[in-house]
């Protein structure tokens, strides 16, 4: 089946068995594809005789996709995954039988000049996946020095953050992707022979901040328990520590992992009971999909079965 997909679509869809693996579709079954993308899992689920519904916050996944939705009869909705619950609903849908998140950037994004999502190539400072609303350019061109440090610092890991960010705020007005990757080069030195751009952490940072990923991540997975039926399947693949580390924290405490209190604390209140059942040991590509897809190498799928117990709160609802 993979094979199937990969040679139609134009960007390879990562983990691509182990995700089937963990849906274990069942034809006629419900099935929701949070990152449509270029549609390689929405293909595959809908190969195996799921029903799917694919969201994706990006137009021109939404308008490119739509032929691939209509040959496979998969129903894409243009609209964030953390609303998916809102959504479905508005198709009557309000439960499903599997879930499954591709989370971060696509390849399509980081391929195309014009979306500014790499430096690679030079483009208009963007960013931005839903392309509208605050845009990369607006952010660094507008916020304080202090901000901008501890984006940098936050999302992209970088120790360097508040050097980086004097830099830019130095050389404002920033446009272009080529513009800020000299300026943080400059910032932190750069030799041709590097084995990483030093760009790279403050381009991770500043698109996570300006689309809100890891707040969407943790709306979606609220979204996610709400809709999965009694024995619904949660798969999701990360590709670095901050989504991984959301996914791992959420199916830990769903599943009720916590571990008990110490025995010298105040007890604590009754923990709910677990809505997800002990998560499946987390999955990496292995050498033949490394090997023709670079991509996977940071790559991880968890995954975990839906309880029947109720959810002890309400989905959290989405700012964007």
């Known amino acids: ?80 995954f953390s609303r998916m619950v809102e959504l479905l609903a508005e198709r009557g849908i309000s439960q499903v039988s599997g879930i499954t998140l591709d989370i971060g950037v696509s390849s399509m994004q980081l391929d195309r000049a014009n979306r500014g ?7 208009p400072l963007d960013m931005t996946m839903s392309q509208d609303g605050m845009n990369a350019a607006d952010f660094l061109n507008t916020a304080s020095e202090e901000d901008i440090a501890n984006v940098i610092y936050r999302y992209g890991d970088e120790p360097r953050s508040r050097r980086v960010a004097r830099a830019i705020v130095a050389a404002r007005p920033l446009e272009r992707t080529a513009q800020l990757a000299a300026v943080v080069r400059r910032a932190l030195g ?3 022979h590097d084995k990483k751009d030093p760009a790279t952490r403050t381009f991770q940072a500043i698109r996570i901040h300006v689309n809100q990923e890891l707040e969407e991540l943790e709306r979606a997975l609220d979204a996610a328990e709400a809709l999965l039926e009694e024995g619904g399947r949660l798969a999701i693949v990360t590709f670095h520590s901050l989504e991984d580390r959301i996914v791992k924290q959420f199916l830990r405490n769903r599943s009720g992992g916590e571990g008990a209190g110490s025995r010298h604390l105040p007890e604590r209140a ?33 995954s975990a079965i839906r309880t029947s117990a109720p959810v002890s709160s309400p989905p959290r609802s989405s700012s964007i």
């Open 270 to 302: 009754a923990a709910p009971q677990p809505t997800f059942a002990k998560p499946a040991k987390p999955v990496r590509a292995g050498d033949a999909e490394l090997a023709r897809n670079p991509r996977a190498r940071s790559a991880t799928l968890r």
């Open 190 to 192: 750069h030799k041709p």
């Open 117 to 123: 999502f790499s430096f690679q190539a030079d483009g």
């Open 1 to 80: 089946m993979s094979d199937a997909v990969s040679a139609t679509a134009p960007h390879i869809p990562v983990l691509l068995a182990e995700v089937l693996d963990a849906l274990a579709i069942t034809p006629g079954e419900i099935h929701v594809d949070g990152t449509f993308g270029a549609g390689g899992y929405s293909s595959a689920m809908a190969m195996a005789q799921a029903q799917v519904f694919a969201f994706d916050r990006d137009p021109d996944a939404i308008r490119e996709g739509q032929g691939v939705a209509d040959a496979h009869g998969i129903t894409l909705i243009a609209g964030e």
